[in-house]
């Protein structure tokens, strides 16, 4: 199993732009020391805590200071797009990228319009719903042995993607947390 992160990317809308880019980059970074495989950057518009309307730029910027991580934009949103401005963007950083570079598109949805779970309630998705059915909480070995559950009812999976929020205010919990995942939990996976 690969690792991989998504960052949509998510920053509080009181913390500067470029502060939040300085952020991404440096997870970026470190996300490629750890070994992670892929990194995918959201696009959006409007949404105040996801403000990133350029993944592709935020790419340009990645690709010089990592070595293997591909990168890719999760998803460019085809409807905001003119397809041969976007087509020839692509083109050029995939030619930048040299062989780094994975292409996403979408068709353009906020999570607020979905619901975890339909038949739920929202007074139902409390903190202990979501350890229990959605977060990797607890020890290497726990968070291991979850996965492992995970990976044989979905039939597996190839690459495990975490979900990157803006953690700079506890910068070192964040590190430790996604270090373990790379040095502890994903080897346990492979034995």
Sequence with gaps: MHLGAFLMPSHPPERALLDGIRWDLAQLRRLD?????????????????EPCPAPDLLIAQALLSTERIKLCPGAHLLPYHHPVELAHRVAYLDHLAQGRYMLGVGISALPSDFKTDPSEPDSAITVDYLIERSWLVGSPAT???????LEKVTGGFGTLLVMMYDFADEAEAWDESLALLASEVVPRLAA
């Excluded at 968070?143 to 559950?149: D, F, G, M, T």
């Design 33 to 49: 020391a750890l070994g992670f495989a892929e990194a995918w950057i959201g696009e959006h518009f409007t949404a105040p805590w």
């Design 143 to 149: 968070v291991a042995e979850k996965l492992a559950r």
